[in-house]
């Protein structure tokens, strides 16, 4: 018994200690990408068990509030993110927006910035990319309580068009049929889902009218939040720098030592989401509950992953 405890607990110190190793080499990779894009860099890093939450509003007001924002400098938001809450993601927007000021907010997008960071993403006055970003959809996700599942809100909206235009062109009679197709269609919530997706539209062209979007007409905006938020068949839906660039996002694809520099930072992100799923993996199978999410502190920033301590 004594042997296993004390391998249990050298086990544990290996773990911490590779994680301190793994955040310090993201560290120094920041500063490389600090001295090549020329502007201070804010890692804000989710795994993908984390996301966009209102708590991160709070996190990254407090780490600014102790880091500070470099005089005269343009500030570079590193994210990586599968998504989160819309109106977390639009406050962490206004606030940065507001923040910087005259200087520039460059949102550097090694890999992923899903839904909810696409729209934070939307808050920069340029998006900063790598051959291989990912943007996505911002069409809200909602629960249905009939399935226990979450769907577009859009998606909704569609279905129930859909199934009225059926119902007439097959003339079905039977009240019975007709509740049974109803049946799983929230038609209460119906006026909310259109709401929810006018609201996160009406988020998105706030940001970008600030930054990216400034000296566009009100209608392109409205445009591009438009498709944004209701052109898409799938939540999924990649949306590569290409394509958001057709839409009217301004990005740029880095090259050379800039390239290099953002890769190298994306390694180390994905080096340290490597080694918590190998922790977390066997967790899946003895514990009813994966450890909380929680910020991990570091000098460019902070990164959320479940708690390796707990």
Known sequence: MGLRRGTEV?????????????????????????????????????HELAGIERDVVDDLEF?????GLQEGRDVCIVLHTWGGDADAAYHIGIRLQNLVKDRKLIMVVPRLAKSAGTLLACAGDKIYATPITELGPVDPQVLVPSTGRYISARRISDSLKQVIET??????????????????????????????????????????????????????????????????????????VDEASTIGLSIEVLEGDKLDAVYS????????FDVVNEVLEPLLYKVPTLPPIRPYRIDHGLIYLPSLEE
């Open 265 to 272: 930072l994306y390694k180390g992100i994905k080096d340290l």
């Open 10 to 46: 050298t086990n544990e110190s290996i773990r911490l200690t590779e994680l301190r190793e793994l955040l310090n080499s993201i560290n120094q990779a920041a500063t490389r990408v600090e001295e090549v894009l020329k502007c201070q860099v804010i890692i804000l890093a989710f």
């Open 63 to 67: 780490y600014i509030r102790e880091r």
């Open 167 to 240: 119902i007439e062109e097959t003339k079905i009679s039977s009240q019975q049929v007709v509740q049974a197709i109803f049946s799983n269609i929230p038609i209460a919530e119906m006026g909310h889902f259109d709401s929810l997706l006018k609201h996160v539209k009406s988020l998105l062209e706030e940001v970008l009218i600030k930054r990216m979007g400034r000296g566009q007409n009100g209608k392109r905006i409205a445009e591009i939040a438009e498709k944004l938020t209701k052109g898409y068949e799938y939540h999924g839906k990649v949306l590569h």
